[in-house]
């Protein structure tokens, strides 16, 4: 009788990820999934019994699942049991396994639903494939922003679980469960050897020399070896990462986790990748009274009261009262003239209370108007005043003062730098211009602080002393003129 066996050239769905994918899960595991693999490539199939034992574990776990459930009606319980498939996956019909994205559909409705006052997960899987684990991890880290997100390691939560549980608020460990295998591992059946016993040979045309490496009908050596190693480091960082925010520790730490070993129990509330040691009847208890409501009081039978409480006493006191200018009043309760103090603290209280409100307005006042509150003065506001009732004149008074005080300051005869000052004046905004009026009347002080004097020419001679005095008429050309209007 010849034995039926199935062609490894018709690989699809999750045999093709079986045999060449990437995967976050335990070795032991992964072992068996490959043992089954080979077992269904020869024809060996799981028979009826097989499978209706699997499905009775499942549903089983289900039952368990739905009557914690019904204990904590406020609480959204989620189980995650079994390997970690893409959606679609026979697998999770047949043999129990679980889907990542109807997992993380899952979370998304329970951080969504009102009536829902808290979340636990329910875990035990040793991980499973990639794909589609970072969404159900998503999912979790989004709900635990919302609500309480309580992860149990119930009695595993390994490799990708750990990953989806690690963005928990909280991640609980049973006594004996065990969490780790942190880490990312590939699997490629070379089918070289078998495909020249059929006598077939593959030939891959690719459009780039690195588009789609890693075929079954390719041996894993050279680029393409190096190409799945570049892979599988890369998703093992992000592993890595997620676990270290999740877990708000440092990435370092997270990283010594990587190793691929696990933790059971205590040991793993040491190490810090779970938080306590519990079971998941505790916490699902736990939930359920954090969810209830504070007890209502007693209710008292007709024609009966409740006990009034004591009234207080109180022993005489001094009060201090810090008023809003910062100044410390005291008044003495005990003594005899109490009441009279009391008044006049309460004058004083108002008084000073109108002080600090007269001097708010004036803080708020130069702040609109974009002055100092020293330089609130009549002579400011005039100026303020005259600038909003005509703008354009007061600027043009502002451009002619400053003009007057630069011929003044360099000379008539200096017109580049007079019509350096005009030019800076007139890019200038209005308000920065008495501040130019102001150097260059300091300027023309420091200068001239006479305002009126007779230079000596330059081209004259020196005066003999024994000629008689001149009459007091500066010569053509030598006199400086100050106008006085810029005095005022």
Known sequence: MTTKTRSPTRLSGVTAMIANGIWAIKGDQLRDIVTGFNAYLQGRIADADALQELRAARDTRAAATQDAQDQAPTVALISLHGTIFPRGSLMVDYCGAVDAHTFAARVQAAAADPSV???????????GAVAGTDVAARAVADASTVKTVTAVANTMACSAAYWIASQATEVIVTPAGEVGSIGVIGTHTD????????????TYVR?????ALGQSGEAMEGPVL????????????LFVQAIATGRDIPLARASSWATGDVWFGEAAVTAGLADRVALLSDIVAE?????????AAPALRQGRHADAPPTPQEDPVKLTI?????????LDTTADAAPTHAQTLASTLESGAYEAGIQSQRELTATALGVDVNDLTAERLAQIRAQAADGNQYRADLLSQI??????????????AIDRAKRLAS?????????MIDDLTAQRNAKIPAGRQSLPDAGASAKDPTEPDAPDTPAQGTEAWVDPALYR
């Open 287 to 295: 939930h359920q009274q954090a969810t209830l409501p504070p007890p």
């Open 117 to 127: 006052r808290s979340i636990i997960l329910d875990i035990d899987s040793g991980g």
């Open 191 to 202: 089918q070289t050897a078998a495909l020249e016993g059929e006598g077939l040979k593959v």
């Open 427 to 435: 890019k200038a905004d209005t308000a920065d211009l008495p501040g």
């Open 322 to 330: 810090q008023d809003r200018t910062g100044k410390t009043h005291t």
């Open 207 to 211: 459009s780039t020399e690195r588009k």
């Open 403 to 416: 003009e007057r005080l630069a011929t003044t300051v360099h000379g008539a005869e200096n017109a580049t």
């Open 226 to 237: 190096e190409q799945w190693q570049k892979e599988m480091t890369a998703i093992h960082e």
